[in-house]
């Protein structure tokens, strides 16, 4: 695989632009208990620039998650897996740029058809979390996807995965960690985001270690942040390897960031979202900048 070490700059926001240009993203996760993830989700990626960002979650956390984020629009769902439910999602998904799929989702039966039904979404889709789980237990699902995807796994989850290929272990070397990478995006066919200290990045044929980001980042709520980054990129047409990079190379300088300013201990998901303005202008003229 070739080695990528320059990270892309992001899409160039227009003067006079509006909401219209600068992407709509679909976040389809929560459940009682999980509210956070999908909100941190979306707010990161309402931060980072996209135009309007819509949750689809159960209606019983509709106004908690709304309440927290009131920039978000909300979709709500009965959570029973009904034609209804199915037809809601499907017209927001076809209205969205991008998809995010996973944060707080659970694993219940009907969020299962959650996932079969956008899987088969031509879309750009940010797969996290509990859609990650889901599809360990779908063997098929790389021949049936047609959504152009991101998986985002952290060890534990990338360990379901690999079993669908027959490797049993996640290697903690980085030429292990990068082999396994590359073999699992030619397998599937997608984008693999293998997070940990050192994120390995990888479509197959191009690889890209991030070198940004440090224990900061180990809290709750930092992988719902980064899915959402990354589903703002998508939206705005970044090509999927590319946002990927650039994704997780800012959400490593917020969280650099973040710890300078609190300290590696104390920060939360939420601190990482506020270092965004800062991490886009702080020295990155060549890397993660605007046009």
Same mark, same amino acid.
């Given at each position: 695989?070739?080695?990528?070490?320059?990270?892309?700059?992001?899409?160039?926001?227009?003067?006079?632009?509006?909401?219209? &240009?600068? *992407? #709509?993203?679909? /976040?389809?996760?929560?459940?009682? !208990?999980? $509210?956070?993830?999908?909100?941190? @989700?979306?707010? +990161?990626?309402?931060?980072?620039?996209?135009?309007?960002?819509?949750?689809?979650?159960?209606?019983?956390?509709?106004?908690?998650?709304?309440?927290?984020?009131?920039?978000?629009?909300?979709?709500?769902?009965?959570?029973?897996?009904?034609?209804?439910?199915?037809?809601?999602?499907?017209?927001?998904?076809?209205?969205?740029?991008?998809?995010?799929?996973?944060?707080?989702?659970?694993?219940?039966?009907?969020?299962?058809?959650?996932?079969?039904?956008?899987?088969?979404?031509?879309?750009?889709?940010?797969?996290?979390?509990?859609?990650?789980?889901?599809?360990?237990?779908?063997?098929?699902?790389?021949?049936?996807?047609?959504?152009?995807?991101?998986?985002?796994?952290?060890?534990?989850?990338?360990?379901?995965?690999?079993? &669908?290929? *027959? #490797?049993?272990? /996640?290697?903690?070397?980085?030429? !292990?960690? $990068?082999?396994?990478?590359?073999? @699992?995006?030619? +397998?599937?066919?997608?984008?693999?985001?293998?997070?940990?200290?050192?994120?390995?990045?990888?479509?197959?044929?191009?690889?890209?270690?991030?070198?940004?980001?440090?224990?900061?980042?180990?809290?709750?709520?930092?992988?719902?942040?980064?899915?959402?980054?990354?589903?703002?990129?998508?939206?705005?047409?970044?090509?999927?390897?590319?946002?990927?990079?650039?994704?997780?190379?800012?959400?490593?300088?917020?969280?650099?960031?973040?710890?300078?300013?609190?300290?590696?201990?104390?920060?939360?998901?939420?601190?990482?979202?506020?270092?965004?303005?800062?991490?886009?202008?702080?020295?990155?003229?060549?890397?993660?900048?605007?046009?």
């Amino acid at each position: 695989m070739r080695r990528v070490r320059t990270v892309p700059k992001l899409p160039a926001r227009a003067v006079a632009g509006h909401k219209g &240009l600068f *992407g #709509r993203v679909l /976040v389809v996760g929560g459940h009682e !208990g999980m $509210i956070g993830a999908p909100v941190l @989700a979306g707010t +990161a990626a309402l931060r980072l620039g996209a135009g309007l960002v819509e949750i689809a979650v159960p209606r019983p956390i509709l106004a908690a998650c709304l309440s927290i984020t009131p920039e978000l629009i909300g979709i709500a769902l009965d959570g029973r897996g009904s034609a209804a439910d199915k037809q809601r999602l499907a017209r927001a998904a076809e209205k969205a740029d991008a998809v995010v799929v996973g944060p707080g989702l659970g694993q219940s039966p009907p969020t299962m058809g959650r996932v079969r039904q956008l899987l088969r979404v031509p879309k750009p889709m940010v797969v996290d979390a509990d859609g990650l789980n889901l599809l360990a237990s779908l063997n098929a699902w790389p021949k049936d996807i047609k959504a152009r995807a991101v998986l985002t796994p952290h060890p534990g989850e990338m360990e379901r995965l690999g079993k &669908l290929i *027959g #490797r049993e272990q /996640v290697p903690e070397d980085e030429a !292990g960690r $990068i082999e396994l990478v590359g073999e @699992a995006a030619r +397998a599937f066919g997608q984008v693999i985001v293998l997070k940990g200290h050192r994120t390995v990045v990888s479509d197959g044929e191009r690889v890209y270690v991030n070198d940004t980001g440090d224990s900061t980042l180990s809290k709750a709520g930092s992988g719902d942040v980064l899915s959402g980054m990354l589903g703002c990129l998508l939206g705005q047409a970044m090509e999927p390897f590319e946002a990927a990079m650039a994704a997780v190379h800012l959400h490593g300088r917020c969280g650099e960031i973040a710890g300078r300013q609190w300290g590696r201990r104390y920060p939360l998901a939420r601190d990482v979202i506020a270092a965004l303005p800062e991490g886009m202008g702080e020295g990155q003229s060549a890397q993660c900048s605007e046009m």
